[in-house]
């Protein structure tokens, strides 16, 4: 036996009993404490970041997003790409899921695109125990400086209304334009939570009704605006996106529309309701409900009520989605948006 890899004789004795867990203790513990999260109001939150984020990560909240990103595929599914609106071209492209939540877009998108990369990112570990090889779940902060090598050629952001406070939101555009190649897509699908109704069924006096307004108001409270779907196109602007392109979609709560796709994309769209309504409600209005913060029992009753509007066939509420998708500058624009700076824009832009 060679010299240098001989066994100290002493080694048993100055480590009786250790295991394999020894060597792994510190970041086993820190990784289960993150996939435990934390409990609250009988429902699990994450526990990764120090300041709070509203929604619960468990299997009930996790239900929602899965019937969102159906619904998502059913407003879509009569486009050339039901997963995305700016265009890929080349399918060798390197992708980003911000807030990928439960996984299933990047999971379909890693399927549509074998040829493809797609990176999941939460402060949640998407609780999936099968994904396709060219598809990656990673449990970070994107608000934490990036450590990814390569640039994305296209990063997709859903329904992260309330994730981010103002400066939040700038740095993580900001984080999106610069972790882009030249002339790559960023993509972003958000809610309006508020509901209306054209026939006048949904009533002032409905809880529906005030429904956006109450927990658009417990956002602002947060210092989290759940308006992102309103505020999204300029701010991807701001950020030096071109090329912006927007669409709207409005999509009925409940199966009452006379269109097959609306009838089918209300059914879907009850469901994401149902599923997750609690889990909207319970840490806005506990923590931040107005005039004081409620009780986990005045949120259950609240809910009940809800609950009863959702499922009366009378009422014909609808809702807003917003898409936006914008490019980064091609190396030719930069070029070109480079020569034309003056010297104090040029210092400006490399701060
Ligand atoms: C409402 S879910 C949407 C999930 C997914 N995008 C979808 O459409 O189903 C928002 C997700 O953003 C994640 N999130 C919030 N803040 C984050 C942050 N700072 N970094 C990474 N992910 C974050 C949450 O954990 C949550 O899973």
Sequence with gaps: MAEDIAVDPDYYALNEGYGPEDFNSE??????????????NGRRYQAMKEDDYWSPADEQQFESLENGHILCLVLDHQQKDPLHRAPIKNPKVHILDIGTGRGSWAIDMADYYPSATVRGVDIFPPPVSWMPPNCVFEVDDIL??????????????RILLGAFDDAGWSLAYDRCYKGLNPGGWIEQLEFDINLQSEDGSLKPEHHLSSWGKNMIACGERAGRPLTTQKTMKSAIEKAGFVDVHEHVYKVPLGPWAKNQLLKEA???NYLVWTSGLEGYAMWLL??????????KEEVYVFLARVRKELSDPSIHAYQYVRRVWARKPTEEELKVKRESKTPEEEIKSEK
């Design 286 to 295: 506990t923590k931040f409900g107005a005039p004081e913060p409620w009780t």
């Design 144 to 157: 934490r400086e990036w450590t990814w090598r390569e640039p994305f050629d296209y990063i997709h952001l």
């Design 27 to 40: 970041t086993t513990s820190i990784a289960s404490a993150i996939s435990k999260g934390r409990i609250e």
């Design 266 to 268: 209300g059914r879907v």
